[in-house]
């Protein structure tokens, strides 16, 4: 393992943008190309630039020492060219390193979907039901960076950078402890601008409806969306799947509309979900390669959120379709080369400037700067796992005083994980086999 990957597995850096992959297996390779995804690709979202702005020059140095361990013989940072202040400083901090350099991206989305982030920046097609290590690259999240930063001089992940957009009174972006509730910080934002209110856990187009306010913020919660509950953005997702799956079967049309503008599809990826939609109404009996083409599926939300005239969702037919494949032990037949670009991609990305109308989200298109958070909470609930792989193994107990920063959970022998570490001094309250409770004061 090189020295960078050693630095991400002893800090417990995972992917801060994603599904929370552990950077440390990420970085244990030898690459052409370092891929840095400041795209900001969900609307409202701004903890990728705020990182830019404030913290450029550490950031470049620290990819060039990711570049140099991975042997890659340049490193790009993608970032929207509307983003200009975190363009410039992101060219400035570039500067002194010729490996590197910024890569300035269009105002579409999903911008930021890895397998159109390295055809972005690189020109190279991931393979479907692939990685981008396949074809040479390696993509880190900003925050990821960040972390590393924070790891090289001595302090492992117990923050993270969230930002709190939408209808509260003050949106921004804060580095809170892991472990705060999602009402905590809704709180800091000022509270909920509205009286019925709906939250995401994540962006507008593949966010999670949050069910309890109680919920933790981990190591992969990048932004709090608050909506109001009738807003389209959460009547999508709020839908029983069973109302979907009768909608499927008796309104779609067959119009191709949702095929046409995924950005899985026009990669030339195998993915049709006019087709997947089709098998769900047949149940999957006559038309089986559709029915399997469904994990291919991002679930960037185009479809449902965009496309679709009639306001079906082929995202939450797809999502039912993988679940019960996986249940049945099916893996993903779906390998190999996409059969390439289509030729209409550049005239059918979606444009975020028709995006944010279309889904109500203009007015709450705010800036939300970084605040700065002098409150300590007085408890936090610690998810033992936070990332892809085996849940973490708590190495403390019930009564053990612990100090912030100290290894509380490590990774299971020979498992995939990341380590977990105390976000606030106090005692451990609490153990469950999924998580651990602190408090500041003993109990």
């Known amino acids: 393992m090189n020295a960078v990957a050693e630095l991400a597995r002893r800090a417990g850096v995972v992917g801060a943008g994603g599904a929370g992959f552990p950077t440390h297996v990420k970085l244990d390779a030898r690459v052409e ?73 269009g105002d579409f989305y999903p911008a930021g979907d ?28 900003v925050e ?21 957009a939408g209808a509260v009174k003050s949106p921004g972006t804060f580095r809170v402890p892991l472990g705060v509730s999602i009402g905590e910080m809704l709180t800091l934002a000022g509270g909920a601008g509205v009286p019925d209110f709906a939250v995401l856990n994540g962006g507008p187009m593949m966010g999670k ?25 959460v009547q999508v997702r709020a839908r029983p799947l069973a109302g979907i799956l009768r909608q499927a079967r008796a309104a779609c049309c067959q119009c191709q509309e949702c095929t046409d503008l995924c950005p899985r599809h026009l990669l030339g990826h195998g993915l049709a979900p006019h087709k997947v939609m089709l098998a769900a109404s047949y149940g999957g009996s006559r038309v089986a390669a559709p029915v399997t083409a469904a994990f291919l ?64 989200l203009k007015p709450y298109a705010r800036p939300a700067p970084a605040r700065e958070v002098t409150w300590e909470p007085e408890q936090v609930t610690l998810p033992l796992k936070q990332h892809v792989g085996a849940p973490a193994e708590a190495v403390v107990a019930v ?45």
């Open 33 to 105: 190309y370092v891929v840095v995804n400041g795209a900001e690709c969900e609307p409202l979202l701004t903890v990728d630039q705020t990182l830019l702005i404030r913290d450029g020059e550490r950031l470049a140095a620290m990819l060039e020492e990711v570049r140099q361990a991975l042997g890659a013989q340049e490193a790009r940072i993608a970032i929207k060219a509307k983003h200009e202040k975190a363009v410039a400083a992101g060219k400035a901090a570039v500067a002194p390193y010729p490996a590197l350099q910024v890569v300035p991206l």
């Open 144 to 164: 990821t960076l960040w972390n590393l930063a924070e790891a090289k001089e001595g302090r492992p992940v117990t923050h993270k950078w969230v930002t709190v």
């Open 297 to 360: 599926c991002s679930e960037c939300g185009v479809c449902d959120l965009y496309a679709c005239p009639l306001g079906l969702s082929p995202r939450r037919v797809s999502q039912a379709l993988k679940e019960e494949l996986a249940r049945q032990g099916v893996k993903n037949p779906h390998k190999g080369a996409p059969a390439g670009v289509h030729s209409w991609r550049s005239y059918r990305r979606v444009p975020v400037a028709r995006l944010l109308p279309r889904l109500g």
């Open 399 to 443: 009564g053990d005083r612990v100090e912030a920063g100290q290894l509380v959970a490590e990774i299971p022998a020979g498992k995939l994980g990341s380590r977990l570490f105390a976000s606030l001094s106090g005692w451990v309250a609490e153990q469950t086999p999924t998580a651990l409770v602190l408090v500041r004061r003993r109990p």
């Open 209 to 233: 409806l949050v069910e309890n306010l109680a919920e933790p913020v981990t190591k992969t919660t990048k932004g709090l969306v608050v909506l109001p509950r009738l807003s389209p953005v």
């Open 114 to 141: 890895e397998f159109v982030l390295v055809y972005e920046t690189t020109g190279r097609l991931v393979p479907q039901g692939g990685i981008p290590l396949q074809v040479g690259v390696v993509v880190l999240n």
